[in-house]
Every structure is written in C-alpha cells, then in structure tokens.
C-alpha cells in the first residue's frame, strides 16, 4: 500500500507542454500530475509489459460499483436559446471513443475505492499520444478535468433558429430533425467530461481518444512507450 511519505513525495514542479504562437513567443501550459489507481498486479504488467486496460463509457454503464459505475455517462440536455425562442436536445456521446480515468488529487478514499496500486501519470499529454500509437481505428483525442454540476445540462447561445428552414415553395417552418441536428453539433467535447456532483470528491481527470471503429466495452494494449511517462507509486 502506498505510505504517507510517498503520497507527499508526489507533489512536485508539474510538467509543461509548449505552444508556439504567431506573435513569435511561446506560452506553456502547466499540466498536471494525474495518479491511476488500480489493483498492485495490473501495475505491475504495466511497467514491465506496457499492458494497459482501456475502459469505454458503455462499461461506466454497466459497472455495478457505486464509485465507478454512472449510467448518465455521456448523456446530457442541450438548451439553445435564440432570441425568444429555447430548443432543447437529449444528446448521448461516448460510444466512438475510448476513456481512462485517474485523479489529480492522491488520497487513500481513492486507493480504498479504486485499488492499492498507483501509476503516476507525470506528462499526460505525452503518455496519451503513446497510448493512443497502440489503439486501433484512432482519430483524435482529448483529456481534461471532468465538470461536476448537480444536472447534466448546459446552455447555448445560438447566431440563428437550428430548426428553421426556407424553401421557395413553402414558408419558413420548423424542421424537427434539422433542429436536432444542429443542436448535436453543440454538445462538443463538454459531453465527455461532465459528471454529478457526487462524485467531485474524486477529482477526476481523464482521457478520451475518439475511434473511427466499433469501440468495445473494454480494449487491453500494450503501449510500452507509454511507460517512460509514469512512476510507480
């Protein structure tokens, strides 16, 4: 089980990632430090075999685990508002893309719900171009801190009414289906992170890599160029 004295030891400079803008300077984003709990053995076929077990948002579903089951995962109400008028759109995502979960914040709630062993992720933005080398039908990604709220809806502010349509021969009406459309478009990448406020105490960071493929419950890889970016805890 991880000590007090190398939860502590965590906490060090966080690693940068660099961007080069076109006024010639760069500006650096601080990233943080995320920490994956899980059971000592699946640690260790990390380290020595690069083995790693992606999950899915299907599987959030089905997990019977209070801390690691949610079967609002992924869905969300989008509310778009134009003028007088308000659209509103239930939208799932999640089902083309693979996720992995972690936590900025080391602490034992996390090592009694999740497992005693711990992979220190110290450069997310490299360790997940690494893992996503090893997925296949990959498309692009993301990752970020989840966004805790006690619904799971937002608003939008749309430039114009996503249901109206003109044509030459019928006056401007409301296509239900073209609405819905439009509305999906707003429901980006906010989807993927958005969770109930009864989880905030986990402190939730997490990947997403989008598929261009079926994506099953569960994907295991192996990525040992993955592994130079983490520590064992």
């Known amino acids: 089980m991880t000590s007090p004295g190398a939860l502590s030891d965590m ?13 010639g300077y760069e500006w650096l984003v601080k990233t943080p430090y995320v920490y994956r709990y899980m059971e000592p053995q699946f ?16 599987r959030f579903h089905r997990h019977e685990d209070e801390q690691r089951g ?9 509310i778009g508002e134009h003028g007088d008028s308000t659209f509103m759109s239930i939208t799932q995502r999640g089902h083309d893309a693979y996720v992995l979960c972690g936590t900025t914040v080391p ?5 009694r719900d999740f497992g005693t062993g711990c992979i220190w992720i110290v450069d997310t933005a490299r360790f997940a171009i690494a893992v996503s080398l090893a997925l296949p039908f990959y498309g692009g990604g993301i ?3 989840c966004i805790y709220q006690d619904d799971r809806s937002f608003r939008v ?6 249901g109206l349509v003109e ?8 296509d239900l289906s073209l609405m819905i459309q439009n509305l999906n478009q707003f429901s980006g990448p906010e989807m993927f992170f958005l969770k109930s406020d009864r989880f905030s105490h986990q402190s939730e960071y997490r990947f997403v890599w989008y598929s261009r493929g079926n994506v099953p419950e569960y994907l295991d890889i192996q990525c040992p160029d993955a592994v130079k970016f983490c520590r064992r805890v």
């Open 11 to 23: 906490r060090r400079p966080l690693p940068l990632v660099g961007l080069a803008l076109q006024s």
């Open 43 to 58: 640690v260790d076929d990390f380290f020595s075999l690069g083995k790693l077990r992606i999950s899915s948002f299907a």
């Open 70 to 78: 949610d079967r609002e995962e992924g869905w969300s109400t989008v």
């Open 107 to 111: 602490n034992r709630e996390a090592m």
């Open 143 to 145: 990752e970020g801190h």
């Open 157 to 162: 502010k749309l430039d114009a009414n996503p």
């Open 167 to 174: 044509h030459q021969a019928q006056p401007a009406g409301i």
